[in-house]
């Protein structure tokens, strides 16, 4: 019974959350829901994961795939739950001396955002980078070894409501978040 009760003021909070937050924040009170044990976090947010996080951050600069010269095709209109209007590419590059796939997507939103005003103006419309980068064999087999990071224009990571950032096997093993979503692509793409 009092378990019961304790799940509906979880799902309360949980529903309130998506109501208030901007649609954006919706994918991180998402994965906060499913992080409620600290034994959970380790899937990513570790200082490994952030370490990671930084070298994919660089690794992407030094090959120009974050320069607006790169993005040549302009936003295009894009899928729930991610920016209303998105640029994605896949590459390879190589990350801490291992070459892999790497999948860059570009999140555009607010007032007066179009494919014109964005191509002319990415900053000021950009809402964040989400970034998949294929690791080694053995990194997290069942999930094709994908690492995820969300990251803010000027490299800094997002992270839950409850301040666990957004860098690794993000939400691993629960329901919702990015792999559970991303397995229904197959592959884990959707747009590629
Ligand atoms: C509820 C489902 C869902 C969740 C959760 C989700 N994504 Fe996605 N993601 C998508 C869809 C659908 C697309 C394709 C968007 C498009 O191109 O229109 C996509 C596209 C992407 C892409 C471009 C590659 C591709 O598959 O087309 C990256 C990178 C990405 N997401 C990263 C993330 C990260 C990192 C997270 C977690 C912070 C996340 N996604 C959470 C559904 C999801």
């Known amino acids: ?13 949980v529903l309130m959350a998506v109501m ?15 992080v409620s044990a600290a034994s959970d976090q380790r899937w990513f947010g570790g200082p490994e994961d952030l370490e990671f996080a ?10 120009g ?21 998105l640029e994605s590419y896949k590459e390879t590059i ?25 191509s002319a103006n990415r900053a000021k419309f950009l809402e964040d980078i989400t ?7 053995g990194y997290d087999t069942e999930n094709q070894n994908w690492f995820y990071a969300k990251y803010y224009g000027d490299g800094s990571l997002d992270a839950t409501p409850n301040g666990v950032q957004l860098a690794g096997r993000i939400a691993k093993g629960k329901p919702k978040g990015c792999i559970a979503c991303h397995r229904k692509a197959g592959d884990f793409l959707f747009a590629f």
């Open 94 to 118: 190589s990350v801490n001396g291992a070459e892999g796939t790497v999948v860059i997507k570009f999140s555009y939103r607010g007032f007066g955002a179009s494919y014109e005003t964005i």
């Open 20 to 34: 208030i937050l901007p649609a954006a924040s919706a994918i991180n009170a998402q994965i906060n829901a499913e």
């Open 65 to 85: 795939l974050l320069e607006n010269s790169y993005r040549k095709t302009g936003p295009r209109v894009g899928t729930h739950p991610h920016g209303a209007l």
């Open 54 to 63: 930084a070298k994919l951050w660089n690794s992407m600069s030094h090959a």
């Open 1 to 13: 019974m009092r378990l019961k009760k304790l799940c509906m003021i979880r799902v309360h909070i």
């Open 131 to 137: 970034v998949m980068f294929k690791r080694e064999e």
